[in-house]
């Protein structure tokens, strides 16, 4: 089994009370997808399961995607991956109030909305990795009593805070890989009662937490390829 699939079956196994998305039941295809354009969509004959919106490049024209969406109430899963997104797409994925899945991988983020299971009841998995997430010292990163996982791989993100995960009592599988932290604390994952898998390897780490420390639950704990980070 390689690497991708040893991850995928992990995430299966972290997942099983979720119902649809791409990672866990049918899978996206054409079958199941609506695609969002500038001037034009598509959406299929079946139930619509993904919504695909890469390919919207123009988003100053809300009546447009406004009216996509409200054709495609029932899509559990949103991809607006790689689109040089600068703000969360809320006025967008708020008009969908079954989604559980958001791809939002790839973009130039800085901050995600804190109150977000306000606007996303149903979110497990919310991916974010290559973007530049601003961490919060102050409050929380985000809320959500469903989200299970959460990648945030290469935000550049140097810090950690005690509260930073605080508001994710049901976070099952954490991904901060090929980030710049040199130091963290154990109590950074004491909240997370129910994570299963904790991915820091490829950051800068001086010391690794001790697994003894963190969330018992704790079952997949990488920490391999600690890099030196150049001195400015």
């Known amino acids: 089994m390689n690497s991708w699939n040893l991850i995928l079956s992990i995430i299966l196994a972290c997942s099983i009370s979720?119902?649809?998305?791409?990672i866990f039941g049918q899978p996206c295809?054409?079958?199941?997808?609506?695609?969002?354009?500038?001037?034009?969509?598509?959406?299929?004959?079946?139930?619509?399961?993904c919504v695909d919106v890469t390919g919207y490049r123009n988003q100053t024209n809300p009546q447009h995607h406004e009216a996509f969406l409200k054709l495609?109430?029932?899509?559990?899963?949103?991809?607006?991956?790689?689109?040089?997104?600068?703000?969360?797409?809320?006025?967008?994925?708020?008009?969908?109030?079954?989604?559980?899945?958001?791809?939002l991988s790839g973009n130039q983020l800085r901050r995600i909305p804190f109150k977000t299971d306000l606007w996303v009841p149903k979110l497990s998995k919310l991916m974010l990795a290559d973007n530049s997430l601003f961490i919060p010292k102050k409050r929380p990163l985000m809320r959500s009593m469903s989200v299970k996982m959460l990648m945030l791989s290469r935000n550049g993100i140097s810090r950690l805070y005690p509260m930073t995960f605080?508001?994710?009592?049901?976070?099952?599988?954490?991904?901060?890989?090929?980030?710049?932290?040199?130091?963290?604390?154990?109590?950074?994952?004491?909240p997370l009662y129910a994570l299963k898998y904790l991915h820091l390897g490829d950051n800068a780490?001086?010391?690794?937490?001790?697994?003894?420390?963190?969330?018992?639950?704790?079952k997949f704990y990488i920490t391999k390829s600690q890099r030196k980070l150049p001195i400015k």
Do not use: C
């Open 205 to 218: 780490l001086m010391k690794v937490p001790p697994k003894t420390r963190l969330p018992e639950q704790l």
């Open 18 to 22: 979720t119902e649809a998305g791409f």
């Open 72 to 103: 495609v109430p029932e899509a559990t899963s949103f991809f607006a991956d790689h689109m040089n997104l600068s703000v969360f797409p809320l006025d967008m994925i708020r008009l969908l109030p079954s989604v559980e899945t958001i791809d």
């Open 29 to 49: 295809s054409d079958r199941n997808t609506a695609y969002l354009y500038p001037t034009t969509w598509t959406i299929p004959e079946n139930a619509t399961q």
């Open 166 to 190: 605080s508001k994710l009592p049901s976070l099952q599988v954490l991904y901060l890989d090929g980030n710049k932290l040199k130091m963290i604390q154990p109590e950074v994952f004491k």
